[in-house]
Every structure is written in structure tokens, then in C-alpha cells.
Nanobody, 125 residues
């Protein structure tokens, strides 16, 4: 099992940038593919980005491609999401998630076994 704790959310103006972090503990971190999802009020949880266990490959939702960047540091047991050129539509709770599925990338929330509690990102216009 792996435990996940997000941090780094906050209030930012449109056009700004932020880095959200997810610290993992428990099982061997590099054996998990990691992902970021987000959920805005009244909307379903939405896939944002994923990174394979080695960190060698990444995958993004079309809505964030070119603006967001996912990375991981297996020595620090952490995964990051760098968010740039933010718009009010990016306002959501951002969750990190982990899966040991051998299939990658996985964009469905049900494919992920472990979740953090989320961190709020609010973008003001």
C-alpha cells in the first residue's frame, strides 16, 4: 500500500503558475504509475496527467497539454504537477493517485487504487 499527501495548492491570478506536490509513503514508490486528477464543484473527477514508474514517460489530457507538466522524484518519493498559464477553468481540487496497473496510461479514476486527500487550486480572473 502507499499513502499520498498533496500540498502546494492556493490562490493564484489568471496567467500565473503554481506547483502542487504529492508525498508518498509506504510501498516501493517507483513501482507505481502516478497521476493527477482534478475535480471542480459540481463536476466529475477529471484526468489531468500521468507519469510512469520510472519517470521516463508522461501523458496529458488535451485540456492541459502544453501548460501543465508532471514529474517525479523517486529518491524523494514525490510527484509534482507544475501548472502554468492558469485560467479560472483550472480551479479545482487536485488529487494525486497511484496504480500498479501494468497498462499505461490509465485515465480512468477507477484504475487507481490509492488517492490523496486533495489540494485546492483557485484561479482568480
Amino acid at each position: 500500500q502507499v499513502q499520498l499527501v498533496e500540498s502546494g495548492g492556493g490562490l493564484v491570478q489568471a496567467g500565473g503558475s503554481l506547483r502542487v506536490s504529492c508525498a508518498a509513503s509506504g510501498d516501493t514508490f517507483s513501482s507505481y504509475s502516478m497521476a493527477w486528477f482534478r475535480q471542480a464543484p459540481g463536476k466529475e473527477r477529471e484526468f489531468v496527467a500521468s507519469i510512469i514508474g520510472s519517470g521516463g514517460s508522461t501523458y496529458y489530457a488535451d485540456s492541459v497539454k502544453g501548460r501543465f507538466a508532471i514529474s517525479r522524484d523517486n529518491a524523494q518519493n514525490a510527484v509534482y504537477l507544475h501548472v502554468n498559464s492558469l485560467t479560472p477553468e483550472d480551479t479545482a481540487v487536485y488529487f494525486c493517485a497511484a496504480t500498479r496497473s501494468i497498462l499505461w496510461p490509465r485515465v480512468e479514476a477507477v484504475s487507481y487504487n490509492y488517492w490523496g486527500q486533495g489540494t485546492q487550486v483557485t484561479v482568480s480572473s
